[in-house]
Nanobody, 124 residues
Framework: QVQLVESGGGLVQAGGSLRLSCAASGDTFVTYSVGWFRQAPGKEREFVAAISRSGISTSYADSVKGRFTISRDSAKNTVYLQMNSLKPEDTAVYYC?????????????????WGQGTQVTVSS
């Protein structure tokens, strides 16, 4: 069993930066790929970034490539999402999810582990 808790969201001006954290409990966390997803009001949830179990492989949505960086610290059971050059269209609730091969699937579903989400608001 894995429990995920996101933090680090907030209000930032366009062009600013935020770092989101996804802290996990459970000793099986290191065996899972982890992804970040976001959902804006009135829109479907979408893939943002993911990282493999080892941390060697990563994948990104085209909309965030070059601006966002995902990383993981296995010793701390935490995955991070560094978000730079933020835009108003990045405004959403951000969720992390842990599961098998998310870095390849670029998706996650009800059989994966999910956090409760953290709000990111980017003002223009």
């Amino acid at each position: 069993q894995v429990q995920l808790v996101e933090s680090g969201g907030g209000l930032v001006q366009a062009g600013g930066s935020l770092r989101l954290s996804c802290a996990a409990s459970g000793d099986t966390f290191v065996t899972y790929s982890v992804g970040w997803f976001r959902q804006a009001p009135g829109k479907e949830r979408e893939f943002v970034a993911a990282i493999s179990r080892s941390g060697i492989s990563t994948s990104y949505a085209d909309s965030v490539k070059g601006r966002f960086t995902i990383s993981r610290d296995s010793a701390k059971n935490t995955v991070y999402l560094q978000m730079n050059s933020l835009k108003p269209e990045d405004t959403a609730v951000y969720y992390c999810a842990a599961g098998g091969l998310i870095v390849i699937r670029k998706s996650a579903g009800p059989n994966d582990y999910w956090g409760q989400g953290t709000q990111v608001t980017v003002s223009s």
